[in-house]
């Protein structure tokens, strides 16, 4: 491990994963990293699918995941003033949000999101990952969590 990282230093929370490998490729990041990965709500596939497990090789074992079915439960449980929502629904860049050790960095599904009326309620909390190009939709979720991950961690590397 990188000497000025520390484990555990942001969770990871997927909201309704829809598409294994993308899961699987952000539980690998999870456990290159010493993340804990918080599996939420209705997932779109069996933990047991083979494209989860390839995309996640043979680092399972390394992998701190948890999964919480009830999704209305766990967000309400959530600490928001440690959580970071990212989502194309709002035009506050994460580059804007200031990360540090124990923070969440919560995603939605591939195909809807967090939702409009949920981001709208967890105001300034919700952050977006910006992009030149307006005729593209969104990032690949596994692409959007590294990019989220990775910042936070040159954030909380230098505080």
Request: aromatic share 10%; with cysteine.
């Amino acid at each position: 491990m990188h000497k000025d990282l520390k484990p555990t230093a942001v969770t990871v929370v997927l909201v309704d994963p829809q598409i294994p490998p993308n899961t699987g490729n952000i539980a690998r990041l999870c456990g290159a990293n010493g993340m804990p990965l918080h599996l939420v709500g209705k997932l779109g596939f069996s933990l047991d699918n083979a494209a989860l497990k390839r995309a996640g090789l043979d680092y399972w074992a390394s992998i701190q995941w948890t999964v919480f079915p009830d999704k209305a439960d766990y967000l309400a449980q959530l600490p928001i003033e440690k959580s970071h929502f990212f989502s194309t629904q709002t035009t506050v860049s994460y580059f804007d949000h200031t990360y540090t050790a124990g923070d969440y960095l919560v995603f939605g599904s591939e195909t809807a999101g967090l939702g409009r009326e949920f981001i709208h309620s967890v105001g300034d909390r919700a952050c977006c990952i910006p992009m030149i190009n307006p005729s593209v939709r969104s990032l690949n979720l596994a692409t959007s969590v590294g990019i989220g991950v990775y910042e936070a961690f040159r954030q909380i590397r230098y505080t």
